[in-house]
C-alpha cells in the first residue's frame, strides 16, 4: 500500500498567519494519464470531512482562494495564506492512484 | 442540494453481521460512483470500499475484502455495505461519499459526504 506521511501533525496558527502542511507519498502519484492523484480534505470539529483539493491544486466549489495546493511526484504541500478561526479541524491528504487509497494521517490545526 | 443519509449502524458482537444504507437524493445517483470511508473513534479516516455508478465495479480495501459487501440500487438511490463476519477493529463511524465517476483513480474525489453511522462490535 502506498503510505502517506503528513507533517506536522499538529499546528497552532495565529489568525491572519499562514500555514502549511505537507504530505509525503511513499510512491509517486503521477499517472500515465499525466494527472496526479492526490486530494486534500478538512475535517472540521464535529462534521464530515470535506473535499478541499483534488489533483494536487484544483479548488474544490466553494473553497476559498486562501487556500491552496502545490506539488508533485511524492511530495505535495497544502497552504492556507491567511488562516481563519473557520478552518480549524483536522486536515488529511488521499492518493487514489493506487487500490487502496490511502489517507495521510491528519494534521490538526487550531488557532493561537 | 446533495443529501446523503447513513443508517443502520448499531452495537453488534464479533463475528455477526449488518447491513448499512446510504440514501442519497439532490443529484442523479446512477451518474456518480459511492465509497464508504470509515473512521474508529478519535482517529483517522480510513478508505474502505467504492463501487461504480453502474455498479459493475467494485473495490476494498484488504481489511475488509472477503467480509464486506459493496452493492447499490440506482431505482432506490441506495448504497450499501453489507459487513459480516465483524471484529473489534471494524467498530467505527462509517461514512459514505459521493464520488466522482470515470476511471477508478478519479475514485479519490469525494465530493460530498454523509453524517455518519457508527458501528461498534463488542462482547
Known amino acids: 500500500d502506498i503510505v502517506m506521511t503528513q507533517t506536522p501533525l499538529s499546528l497552532s496558527v495565529t489568525p491572519g498567519q499562514p500555514a502549511s502542511i505537507s504530505c509525503k507519498s511513499s510512491?509517486?502519484?503521477?499517472?500515465?494519464?499525466?494527472?496526479?492523484?492526490l486530494y486534500w480534505y478538512l475535517q472540521k470539529p464535529g462534521q464530515s470531512p470535506q473535499l478541499l483539493i483534488y489533483?494536487?491544486?484544483n479548488r474544490f466549489s466553494g473553497v476559498p482562494d486562501r487556500f491552496s495546493g502545490s506539488g508533485s511526484g511524492t511530495d505535495f504541500t497544502l497552504k492556507i495564506s491567511r488562516v481563519e478561526a473557520e478552518d480549524v479541524g483536522v486536515y488529511y491528504c488521499?492518493?487514489?492512484?493506487?487500490?487502496?487509497?490511502?489517507f495521510g494521517q491528519g494534521t490538526k490545526v487550531e488557532i493561537k | 442540494e446533495v443529501q446523503l443519509l447513513e443508517s443502520g449502524g448499531g452495537l453488534v458482537q464479533p463475528g455477526d453481521s449488518l447491513r448499512l444504507s446510504c440514501t442519497a437524493s439532490?443529484?442523479?445517483?446512477?451518474?456518480?460512483?459511492m465509497t464508504w470511508v470509515r473512521q474508529p473513534p478519535g482517529k483517522g479516516l480510513e478508505w474502505v470500499s467504492a463501487?461504480?455508478?453502474?455498479?459493475?465495479?467494485?473495490y476494498y480495501a484488504d481489511s475488509v475484502k472477503g467480509r464486506f459487501t459493496i452493492s447499490r440500487d440506482n431505482s432506490k438511490n441506495t448504497m450499501y455495505l453489507q459487513l459480516n463476519s465483524l471484529r473489534a477493529e471494524d467498530g467505527a463511524l462509517y461514512y459514505c461519499?459521493?464520488?466522482?465517476?470515470?476511471?477508478?483513480?478519479?475514485?479519490?474525489?469525494?465530493?460530498?459526504w454523509g453524517q455518519g453511522t457508527l458501528v461498534t462490535v463488542s462482547s
Open positions: 510512491q509517486s502519484l503521477l499517472h500515465s494519464d499525466g494527472k496526479t492523484y
Open positions: 488521499l492518493q487514489s492512484i493506487q487500490l487502496p487509497w490511502t
Open positions: 463501487i461504480s455508478g453502474s455498479g459493475g465495479n467494485t
Open positions: 461519499a459521493q464520488t466522482q465517476e470515470g476511471p477508478v483513480q478519479y475514485f479519490g474525489r469525494l465530493t460530498s
Open positions: 439532490g443529484f442523479t445517483f446512477r451518474t456518480y460512483a
Open positions: 489533483e494536487v491544486s
